[in-house]
C-alpha cells in the first residue's frame, strides 16, 4: 500500500496536509462542545438561572457543530478528489504497463486477471484513501486529544475507558487474523470467475452445438458458490465489529455512569454538582475516544481487501516489459524495404527447445517471401519477431539494413504493416478502423481509403453499405462475416503505405477467387512493397520470390515453387496433399 502512496503528485500532497489541518480543526471543535455542555449542566443546577443564561452557551455550541460540518464536508471533498486523482493517475500506469507487455507477458497474468486488476483492485484502491483519509487521520487525533481532556479527572473512570479500548482492540485484532487471508482468496476467485465467464461467452456457440450448457454451467456454480461462500464468511466475521463496538461504548457509558452514582452518593453535598457535572463531561469525552477508535475500525473493514488489491496492482507496475525500445532511431537508413534474418533463433522462456532455429533469408524491395509449414512448425514465430512482438535468443533481424533493436517504436511501426492472424477491428465505423492510430501515411481524405478498400477487394460490400465508409463496426467486427474482417484488416495495413506488409495467414477466410485476386492487386498496385506471407494454402504462395519451407522450426527448403515442387520433399507432401500436378505445374 506504501507504494501506491507513493505515487502520489505533489499537488495531492498539498491537498493531503490541507485535509489533515482541517481535520485538526474539526476535532478541536467536536471537544470543545462538551466544555460548554458542562457549564450549562452547572447553569441548570444553579438557582436564578434565567433561558439567557442558557441560550448563550447553547448558541456557541450549535455554532461549533456547524463549523465542525462545514469543516468535515471539505475534507471529504478533498478525499474524494485525491482519491480519485491518485487512482485515475495508476490506472493509467497499470493500462500502459499492459500495453508494453509481450503476448507472453500478459498470458503471466492472465486476461481476466488484468481486467480485474485494472477495474476491481483499484476502485479498492479508491475506496480506502477516500474513507481513509478521512477517518484514519481523524480517529487517532480524536482518541488522543480526547484522552488529555479526561486523563486527570478520575482514575476509574479513565480506567474503565481503558479497558473498553482495549476490548475494541482485542476484538479488531482477532476478526483481522481471520478475515486477511481470505481476501487474497477473494481476489484470486474473482480472476478465476471473470476467465470462466470469459471463456463460456466467447465460446458460446461451441458449447451450445455440444451440448454442454450443464457442463459450463456446473463450472460456472462452483467457481461462483466458492466466491460467495469466502465472501460470506469475510461479511460475517466483519458482521461481528458493529454489534461488538455497540455493546462496548454502552458498556463504556453504563460504567461511566454506574461509577459516577457511588462517586456522588458518597460526596459531600457541595462536591455533588461538580461530580455530576465532571461526569457528563466525562461521559460525553470517553464517548469522543471510543469513536476515535471506531472510525478507525471503519478503514479495517476496507483496508485488507485494499492491501490485497495493492499487492496486486503492484506486481504489474514492478514486472518490467522484456522488450524496450529507443527513443529514437539510431544512425543513418541506408535501405529501403528490405528485411533480413540472419541466423535467427528465438526460444520461449524456461522453454527447454527453441522454436525456430537458424533462420536465414533476405526479402529486397519489391519482393515477396512465404513461409509454409505443417502446424506448430514455427511460421508465425518468425513473422511475429519482425514487429518486435518477441526478442530474437540469437542472431540478428535487420530492417533497411538497421537491427530493429536499434530502431523507436513508432519508427519501426511505421515501416511495417502487420495483418495479424485473426483479425481484430474495433467498434466505432469503417473509417475509424482504416485510419486507426499513426502512421507516416497521412490519410487526409476518402480516395486513399477508397484505393485501400479496392486493392483488399473491400469496396465492394463497404460501398452497398447506406453509410459506405461511415457504416457502424460492432465491437470485435461482429457485424462483419471472417472473409470481410480480413480484407478490411488488410485495407487498414494497406492504407498506411507501409515498405513492408507482414501477412500472418491472413487469407485463410477468402475464397480461393477473392484470394487470387487480392494477391494480384498486391502485386501490381504495390510493386516497391516488400510482402511477407505466412500461408497454409499452396495457391497463396506459388507466385512468391523466394519460398521458405519451416519444419520443427528448422529452414528445410528455400527457393521458388518450381525449385521446390522438383527436390523438397516437404514442399512436395504439402502442394500435392491441396492440389493437382497439373494445378502445380501450370500455377
Sequence with gaps: MYKILKQTTMKERIAIVVSILF???????????????????????????TVQDILAPGSIMVTLSLLSLAASIFVGFIAARVASSLTKHIRSKVFNRVMDYTPGEVQQFSIPSLITRTTNDITQIQLVIAIGLQVVIKGPITAIWAVTKIADKNWQWTFSTGVAVLALLVMLGSILIFVQPKFMRIQALTDKLNSLTRENLQGIRVVRAYNADDYQNDKFLTANEELTSTNLFTSRMLAIMNPGMTIISSGLSLAVYWIGAYLIDAAELQDKLTLFSDMVVFSSYAMQVVLGFMLMTIVFLILPR?????????????????????????????????VEFKDVSFAYPDAEEPVIQNVSFKANMGDTVAFIGSTGSGKSTVINLIPRFFDVTKGQILIDGKDIQDYSHEDLNNRIGYISQKPVLFSGTIRSNLDLGHSAANIDDDTQLTEALKIAEAEEFVLQKDDQLDSHVAQAGTNFSGGQKQRLSIARAVARKSEILVFDDSFSALDYKTDKTLRNNLTEKMKDTTKLIVAQRISTIMDADQILVLDAGKVVGQGTHKELLENNQVYQEIAYSQLSKEELTNG
Design 306 to 338: 485494499a492491501v490485497a488489491s495493492a499487492n496486486r496492482i503492484n506486481e504489474v507496475l514492478e514486472l518490467e516489459p522484456s522488450i524496450q525500445f529507443k527513443e529514437q532511431t539510431a544512425g543513418e537508413i541506408s535501405e529501403k524495404g528490405t
Design 23 to 49: 481535520i485538526m480543526a474539526q476535532v478541536w471543535l467536536e471537544l470543545k462542545v462538551p466544555e460548554y455542555l458542562s457549564e450549562i449542566t452547572t447553569k441548570l443546577q444553579t438557582e436564578g438561572t
